[in-house]
């Protein structure tokens, strides 16, 4: 399985997405500084695996404090807490996993456990919440291959794989759990502009696996649906809110009109942790505008004028009525989501 984040002599390691797919070369993270700065510049991206990351990245500023005093080791987390949430908005894993480090913290400040117990806690927290992420998404991977059949022309945006997880993915996890179950499938993988994560992450895992894939550019999913080419559309999402309204990236939200345009199933695939019942609508979800040369640029080629105006969001909404069903570990949800997300509440509770 692909190796998106791992401990390495009580180093964080893990592969560097900005330079896939022509080069595979691995970021050492040796302070929670090092971690923020992984995130908040695409090193390490995709929902759950800033989750993940995060909650490895307070394990190691845990393990690297010097505090010797519970008081001073409390303030340190949770400075460390506050700087990797201003990282990046959107993905409410990243606050999740943040919010879990913090009640397994409290659950031992309270039981009085020294500073070396409340280091040993943490990492251990993290890992859990590493391999419940690799589980999660093999959970999603076998639900979701009931939805696809025997023979299926799927088009994927951005890059919900390995590398946005802690491994095997939510939408590829889908593609894969559809792989394993005897399904043909053929993938057809939007570039994703600006950052490119469908061309430049998705095509190459998914050929890693030897899964059959084709990139396409943004613009062509229109002309190709009308064709008969797709038969159904599995994205991944960043938040998902109260009422099923889903953020994820940018373009995946008019890949939905389509879908729905030409009768294509819409599936958005994503762990519970993306759930956000606390957001009621996707108005809520604060959308991250990320640097102007993301589109000005594509590596050192200039694309736009000097100093062109320039929009940047990262992310869209797509409204609950463009989708299908939402496919997570718990099981396949269906519309009206207000009502059955309202019941994984209950579960949850
Ligand atoms: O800006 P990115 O690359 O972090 O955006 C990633 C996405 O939008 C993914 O589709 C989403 O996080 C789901 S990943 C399983």
């Known amino acids: 399985m692909l190796p998106t984040i791992a401990w390495h002599e009580d180093n964080i390691v893990m592969v560097d997405q900005r330079k ?20 908040k510049t695409m090193v390490i ?23 010797t005093g519970t008081k001073q080791f409390t303030t340190e987390f949770q400075r460390t807490c506050d700087l990797l949430a201003t990282t990046r908005p959107t993905a409410v894993n990243l606050f999740w996993a943040i919010e879990r480090m913090k009640r397994s913290f409290a659950e031992g400040a309270l039981a009085g ?80 502009r600006p950052f490119l994560q469908g061309s430049r992450l998705t095509a190459w895992e998914l050929m890693r696996d030897g899964i059959e894939t084709t990139v396409i550019t943004d613009n062509m999913a229109g002309s190709i649906m009308l064709a008969g080419e797709i038969d159904l559309v599995v994205v991944g999402a960043d938040r998902i809110a109260a009422n099923g309204d889903t953020a994820n990236k940018i373009g995946t939200y008019p890949v939905a009109v389509l879908a729905k345009e030409h009768g294509i ?3 958005v695939a994503a762990p519970w942790s993306t759930i956000d019942l606390a957001t009621a609508d996707g108005s809520a979800i604060p959308i991250e505008e990320r640097d102007r040369r993301e ?11 000097d100093g062109a105006p320039v929009r940047n969001p990262s992310f869209d909404v797509t409204p609950h009525r463009f989708i299908t069903a939402i496919i997570t570990e718990r099981g396949i949800f269906r519309p009206p989501f207000a009502e059955t997300l309202a019941n994984l509440r209950e579960e949850r509770s």
């Open 295 to 305: 589109v000005t640029h594509v590596g050192n080629t200039q694309l736009a004028p």
């Open 265 to 267: 199933p819409f599936y």
């Open 45 to 67: 991206r995709g929902a759950p695996a800033i989750g993940v990351c995060a909650a490895m990245g307070l394990a190691l500023g845990a393990a690297r404090s010097k505090a």
């Open 113 to 192: 456990e020294s500073v070396d117990q409340l280091r040993a806690r943490l990492r251990a927290e993290a890992d859990r919440i590493h391999d419940e992420d690799v589980a999660s998404c093999r959970s999603i991977g076998a639900h979701g291959a009931t939805l696809v059949p025997a023979e299926a022309r799927i088009l994927t945006h951005c890059n919900a794989g390995a590398l946005a997880t802690a491994g095997y993915g939510t939408a590829l996890g889908v593609i894969r759990g559809a792989v394993e179950a005897g399904r043909k499938v053929h993938v057809l993988a939007d570039e994703t």
């Open 20 to 39: 896939l797919p022509a080069h595979e070369v691995y970021v050492t993270c040796k302070t929670v500084h090092d971690v923020a700065k992984a995130i």
